[in-house]
């Protein structure tokens, strides 16, 4: 079966520094991969996805991704954290095990809420 | 703001009610997707529709129902309420039902259930 993996339930840095939100995933068959933001009372906001491709993967708000197949993950980062990223962040992967096959709905990690401080 | 649309923003009402939540998709998607979110379980997917039609079924409960009508909106009917039920519940709509597809949220319900 599908599943992701956020193994930190809280993240901390500082204004200014990077930051790496970490996912791991495990799927059967090739893995499609999204990162969406969640901030306090909204909805998910799409960040970024891997289908195929360039490992590494850039998307809203300057953040980006790396995909590693080896190590079976797909970390978020940002150069330079802003206090206005402080949100909870949602690794998912594609589902398609109801589907038969192709289509799918997401599959969500728990959360990681990022906090930068300034 | 995604263009996801989801009526009401928050709903109370008490155990063994019934009520039905709103989503109307992104300008010409053809998929809805249901989600709840909870504290204990996260975020679960309930159900998909596409063009009308349901697709999948996911973690979703006897007493819950959805349906997607001919304009493409989406209503997904909870009934005879629990405590448990309380949660945002969310829907996303995405252009088809590819894997590849992006799906965009709508800001949810908060249903409290009392």
């Known amino acids: 079966a599908q599943s992701v993996a956020q193994p930190e339930d809280q993240v901390n840095v500082a204004e200014g520094n990077p930051l790496t939100v970490k996912c791991t995933y495990s799927?059967?068959?090739?893995?499609?991969l999204f990162w969406y933001v969640q901030y306090p009372n909204r909805g998910l906001q799409f960040l970024l996805k891997?289908?195929?491709?360039?490992?590494l993967v850039k998307g809203s708000y300057g953040f980006e991704a790396e995909f590693n197949k080896s190590q079976t993950s797909f970390h978020l980062k940002k150069p330079s954290a802003l206090v206005s990223d402080s949100a909870l962040y949602f690794c998912?992967?594609?589902?398609?095990?109801?589907?038969?096959?192709?289509?799918?709905?997401?599959?969500f990690g728990k959360g990681t809420k990022l906090s930068v401080k300034p | 703001d995604s263009g996801v649309t989801q009526t009401p923003k928050h709903l109370i009402t008490a155990t063994g009610q019934r009520v039905t939540l709103r989503c109307s998709p992104r300008?010409?998607?053809?998929?809805v997707y249901w989600y709840q979110q909870s504290l204990d379980q996260g975020l679960q997917f309930l159900i998909h529709?596409?063009?009308?039609?349901?697709?999948a079924k996911g973690n979703i409960l006897e007493r819950f129902s959805a349906q997607q009508f001919p304009d493409l909106h989406s209503e997904l009917n909870l009934s005879s309420l629990e405590l448990g039920d309380s949660a945002l519940y969310f829907c996303?709509?995405?252009?088809?039902?590819?894997?590849?597809?992006?799906?965009?949220f709508g800001p949810g319900t908060r249903l409290t259930v009392l």
């Open positions: 996303a709509s995405s252009v088809i039902a590819g894997e590849v597809d992006t799906q965009y």
């Open positions: 799927v059967s068959g090739n893995p499609y």
């Open positions: 891997y289908i195929t491709g360039d490992n």
């Open positions: 998912a992967v594609r589902d398609p095990s109801y589907y038969g096959g192709s289509q799918g709905n997401l599959i």
């Open positions: 300008s010409g998607d053809l998929s």
């Open positions: 529709y596409y063009n009308g039609e349901e697709r």
